[in-house]
Each structure stands twice: as C-alpha cells, then as structure tokens.
C-alpha cells in the first residue's frame, strides 16, 4: 500500500519510531534528505530538441532594417546561440567570452550569435551603442522582436540572465540555463560543449582576456563565486541548498578550502554580522561550516593563586 506522507498521523507514527529505533530513523533521515533535490532551471529546447529557426534585428549591420535567422545560416553546422535576458555586467562578461572563442574558431565552420530580449527595442539599441566597446564584435548581435519571453517556440525562461544554447544538425546539443553567470564557473563549461561539437581543445580563460578573479577573502575563484550565489539576499531554499551541495562536496575533495570557508564563517560569527549575509538558510550553512572546519577557540580564565593576590595586591 502506497504511503501518503502528507497525512498528520504518519507524522505521529514516525514520532514514536524515532523514539523506539533512533538508529533506523537516522537512516531514512538521509535517504529523504538525498532525495530532496533541488529543481533543476529550464529555459530553451533541451538537448535532443529540434532548434526552430527565428529572425531577429541585426545590430551594427550596414542596413538598420536588417533581419536574419542563426538557425538557418548555420545550415545544420554548428551553432551557438546566446539569449540574453538581463543586461548585468558578470552576463556581458561570460558571452564576451564565449563570443571570442568562436571567433577565434571561425575556421572550423562554427556560427553564432548573441540575441537580446527586451521590452524596448528602442531603449535597448540606444543602451548597446553607448556600450558598444564593451559588447562582442566576434560574432553577430541581435534584438528579438517578439518581447522579452524571445521566439515563442523556444519556450525560453525570462526569469535566468543568459541562455546558452549549443546546436549541431539542427539540433540542441547542450543548454545551459545560467540564473547568476560567472565566467571563472560557467564559461569552461560552456566551451566544454562547444569543443565537444567542433572539436580541439577547451582553451583557458587566460587565452580569452579573461583575467582570474582575484578574490579578497583568500578562497578559489570557483568556490569565491560559489559562495556568493549562496548569501545572495534574493536565494530561495532551493538555490541556497543546491549551491550549499556544490559546495559541500568540493569541501570533501578540498579540505584546504573547506577550512578556509569555516574560518571566514567564523569571523563572521564572531563580528557579529551573520545575520547580514544572505537567507536565514544560508546563515545556517555558514554557521554549520564554521563549527565543522573551524570550532570556536574555548577560553579559560584562570584565577590568580592566593600567593600571587597578595603579591600583587589584588583581592580573592
């Protein structure tokens, strides 16, 4: 008979197991908790799914009146598609970067391009002339004419900054989905896919004029962005427990950095500032890791021997 494990006096049940057996209730505790995942983010047809062709507005073409169609100029080749949702600066930096590895890959036969959805066509070209020298000339751009939500076939989610998506035959070969972009995490993954389409070699970021971040608090870049997704003021219980997994499983690859982010939990702590950083679930991940990797300091005070308070003056 199926359980259903929303009816109260189940809850009752499990109550008085955990009081009989408290060995087998840890372990189902640990089973749910593995089967707690996460949400995955969509946005775009997945791998597998037919790529539809679409016309958007060419900017910074010769004719402002320009349209074209990546899908279709990529003539079943490989192709790669940049949807950009929201204008941040981490977003322009990651697609700078994927922009110059496929100009740098032009050879190969691989086509690209970077489509920018918006609500204001107008507002949005007027933005990109001022921000041209900081925009991507390797491989065309373009405005979408179908609003913020892009091509209606492409079901994209406008609630991520950057949808990436990886084609070849006509088809999606990897998508990335991207909510908070970061050139040091996502960028290796994205050419990843692109090099497995087109072949060669994953290229650094040093190679693309990315510079490596420079983190003030001493941690990894990979991990430094890790952590900022986590104590991100708007981070909802899933995203904090998603990130909160990543995190826990390269602690147990990495003991340095595991140390590391409990020390930094722990200045936190002891600044009295935890309470400012992120979700209340994401305090509590900081507080859990500073006790872990890097415990309190216990202080004693010991009182003066009644030789030395006489000595000194001082009363017992």
């Known amino acids: 008979?199926?359980?259903?494990?929303?009816?109260?006096?189940?809850?009752?049940?499990?109550?008085?197991?955990?009081?009989?057996?408290?060995?087998?209730?840890?372990?189902?505790k640990r089973q749910a908790g593995k089967s707690a995942r996460p949400e995955p983010v969509f946005s775009g047809p997945q791998v597998g799914e037919e790529l539809p062709g679409f016309r958007v507005q060419r900017v910074f073409g010769k004719d402002p009146d320009e349209r074209f169609d990546p899908i279709t100029t990529a003539a079943g080749k490989p192709v790669v598609v940049v949807f950009v949702h929201k204008l941040t600066r981490p977003g322009i930096a990651a697609t700078r970067a994927v922009a110059k590895?496929?100009?740098?890959?032009?050879?190969?036969?691989?086509?690209?391009?970077?489509?920018?959805?918006?609500?204001?066509?107008t507002r949005t070209v007027a933005w990109m002339k001022r921000a041209r020298r900081a925009l991507p000339t390797e491989i065309p751009l373009g405005i979408s004419r179908d609003g913020i939500e892009g091509p209606g076939a492409y079901g994209l989610n406008r609630k991520v900054e950057l949808t990436v998506l990886v084609?070849?035959?006509?088809?999606?070969?990897?998508?990335?989905?991207?909510?908070?972009?970061?050139?040091?995490?996502?960028?290796?993954?994205?050419?990843?896919?692109?090099?497995?389409?087109?072949?060669?070699?994953?290229?650094?970021l040093a190679s693309l004029g990315v510079a490596p971040?420079?983190?003030?608090?001493?941690?990894?870049?990979?991990?430094?962005?890790?952590?900022?997704?986590?104590?991100?003021?708007?981070?909802?219980?899933?995203?904090?427990?998603?990130?909160?997994g990543e995190l826990e499983a390269e602690f147990a690859r990495r003991p340095a950095v595991a140390k590391k982010v409990g020390q930094i939990g722990r200045r936190i702590i002891e600044s009295g500032r935890l309470k400012t950083y992120g979700t209340p679930a994401a305090q509590?991940?900081?507080?859990?890791w500073a006790d872990k990797y890097a415990p309190a300091k216990k202080t004693t005070s010991k009182k003066p021997s009644p030789r030395i308070g006489r000595a000194t003056g001082t009363r017992q």
């Open 1 to 28: 008979m199926k359980r259903c494990w929303t009816n109260p006096s189940h809850w009752v049940l499990v109550a008085m197991v955990v009081a009989v057996v408290p060995v087998g209730a840890q372990e189902k």
């Open 101 to 121: 590895f496929l100009g740098q890959r032009k050879k190969s036969g691989v086509a690209g391009a970077v489509v920018f959805l918006t609500e204001d066509p």
């Open 167 to 204: 084609g070849n035959k006509g088809r999606v070969a990897a998508n990335f989905a991207l909510v908070q972009p970061s050139t040091q995490v996502d960028v290796p993954r994205i050419l990843k896919a692109i090099v497995a389409q087109i072949g060669g070699k994953v290229p650094t």
């Open 213 to 244: 971040r420079r983190s003030r608090n001493g941690l990894p870049p990979d991990i430094s962005a890790k952590v900022r997704q986590l104590i991100q003021k708007a981070a909802k219980p899933a995203d904090v427990e998603k990130v909160a």
């Open 284 to 288: 509590a991940r900081l507080k859990k």
